[in-house]
């Protein structure tokens, strides 16, 4: 099992659209959890961390199964720039708990 | 703050070729690490620093080596260049955080070609 598995995408959806990724991770004693967001041919960026109680940010929701070792991500009301790939992330505790560890990522591509 | 920078954006090398990608943070990150992103296979570590003298492996390390000579600089070497290392580069830091809820913050990268 890879250690960070995402759905494989792409997600085409219209504007106004409610779209959802998941993310399944492999080590139980990982403890920090992201989600990034990357544009074309540019670095990743922080999109939100994720808390086990679950945290929403604007249209953005993430959602922490600790027992499932599962995280989403919710958009709600999608707009053309919404259209990135979207990177999970984990930390990794095995290697002195500050590496991290990336999803291969989900494309999402917002049409009008 | 600049942030992280990368230089250079883009190279082009010859098999068996060094070089030196370089790497600076003026954030006074702790931690600083590389990673390579290669088509459908996400982004990869290959080295990384808790601090200056201290580095260790990633994921990918073969064919790089690293060091930390200061807390700002995170350089890394190409020995021999091979057309496998073909990649886009990224460097990124963070503060040492013993709760681990710090996140990363990323150069813009530097893609690398080698012939």
């Known amino acids: 099992r890879k250690e960070v598995e995402q759905d494989p995408g792409p997600f085409n959806v219209p504007e106004g659209a409610t779209v959802a990724f998941n993310c399944t991770y492999s080590?139980?004693?990982?403890?920090?959890f992201f989600w990034y967001r990357q544009d074309c041919r540019k670095e990743p960026k922080l999109l939100m961390s994720v808390y086990s109680s679950g945290n929403e940010d604007g249209r953005f929701t993430a959602q922490l199964n600790r027992a499932s070792q599962y995280i989403s991500l919710l958009i709600r009301d999608s707009k053309l720039s919404d259209s990135a790939t979207y990177l999970c992330v984990v930390n990794a505790p095995n290697q002195a708990g500050t590496a991290l560890i990336f999803g291969k990522g989900t494309t999402l591509s917002v049409s009008s | 703050n600049a942030g992280v920078t990368q230089t250079p954006k883009f190279q082009v090398l010859k098999t068996g070729q060094s070089m030196t990608l370089q790497c600076a943070q003026d954030m006074n990150h702790e931690y600083m690490s590389w990673y390579r992103q290669d088509p459908g296979m996400g982004l990869r570590l290959i080295h990384y620093s808790v601090g200056a003298g201290i580095t260790d492996q990633g994921e990918v390390p073969n064919g790089y080596n690293v060091s930390r000579s200061t807390t700002e600089d995170f350089p890394l070497r190409l020995l021999s260049a091979a057309p496998s290392q073909t990649s886009v580069y990224f460097c990124a830091s963070k503060p040492l955080d013993r709760g681990l809820r710090e996140t990363q913050y990323f150069g813009p990268g530097t893609r690398l070609l080698v012939l």
């Open positions: 080590n139980s004693a990982s403890q920090s």
